[in-house]
């Protein structure tokens, strides 16, 4: 479980301890089959005092309060391509591979490990699967002002997505830019392309010019684009102004 590489060879091991490569193998997984036994006490989710402990710390550490870990995912790449499939598991670096959603404590303890996902799976669809992503009830100290502001801080990420549906449905071009790039200015020239595209939805925009895209969104989504009410507003700027006088007070603001 160390190494990787020939290291983690079979035979290797078994040459070592005299051993056959059988034996490995049978050895391995029963040690790994007694490990798993842990799995439910060591990979926990923290109870409501812990939470509680948890984001006190991390108001003292980093001036977020009520903080209770961090999440991040990353794929896990295999050796040698899958030989059921492949192509299900051939992720945005090139690899083949799983995906894994980690979520951790602030003294970087694993709380939640959520698999099952090839390494095609984008990270927000391995969230959505999370059981905390799920039953938040179960596992966060909610109350209606936090759904609230969560609610409108999703909300005003809408905007952002939709207007790259719309740029891509405008200039086509944008979904897959078919040149090739031999040289720096061959970069250039297709960063001017996607920034001319740019200018030129703007443009349209202010004439008025309605995109297929645009004319096809339901008016339920119109919501999203309504100013935030003055109460949610007043949450987001108390929220920055203590991490930045958390910064100041700990010299870590750089002005």
């Not at 909300?155 to 405008?170: C, D, Q, S, T, W």
Request: contains cysteine.
């Amino acid at each position: 479980m160390g190494h990787y590489g020939n290291g983690a060879s079979v035979i290797l091991v078994a040459q070592r301890f005299g051993v056959s490569p059988g034996t490995v193998v049978n050895a391995t997984r029963r040690v790994l089959s007694t490990i798993l036994r842990w799995e439910a006490d060591e990979i926990r989710w923290p109870t409501a005092a812990e939470r509680e402990s948890s984001g006190r710390a991390s108001a003292e550490r980093y001036g977020f309060r009520g903080f209770i870990g961090a999440v991040d995912g990353t794929t896990i790449p295999f050796a040698y391509a899958p030989s059921v499939d492949p192509w299900c598991y051939f992720d945005r670096h090139r690899h083949y591979s799983v995906n894994a959603l980690v979520v951790c404590d602030w003294d970087l303890r694993i709380i939640s490990l959520v698999q099952g996902f090839t390494g095609a799976a984008p990270d927000t669809v391995v969230k959505a699967a999370a059981p905390w992503h799920k039953f938040p009830h179960r596992y966060f100290s909610l109350i209606r002002r936090n759904r609230n502001y969560n609610y409108q801080h999703a909300r005003r990420r809408i905007p952002a997505e939709k207007v790259i549906g719309v740029l891509k449905g405008r200039f086509a071009s944008l979904r897959e830019l078919r040149a090739a790039v031999a040289t720096e200015k061959d970069f250039t020239r297709l960063m001017e392309w996607v920034a001319g595209c740019a200018v030129l939805h703007n443009v349209c925009m202010r004439l008025g010019v309605n995109s297929p895209e645009t004319l096809a969104t339901p008016d339920s989504a119109n919501d999203s684009q309504q100013p935030l009410p003055a109460n949610a507003v007043a949450a987001r700027i108390q929220v920055q102004s203590q991490v930045l006088q958390f910064m100041i007070a700990h010299g870590m603001y750089h002005g």
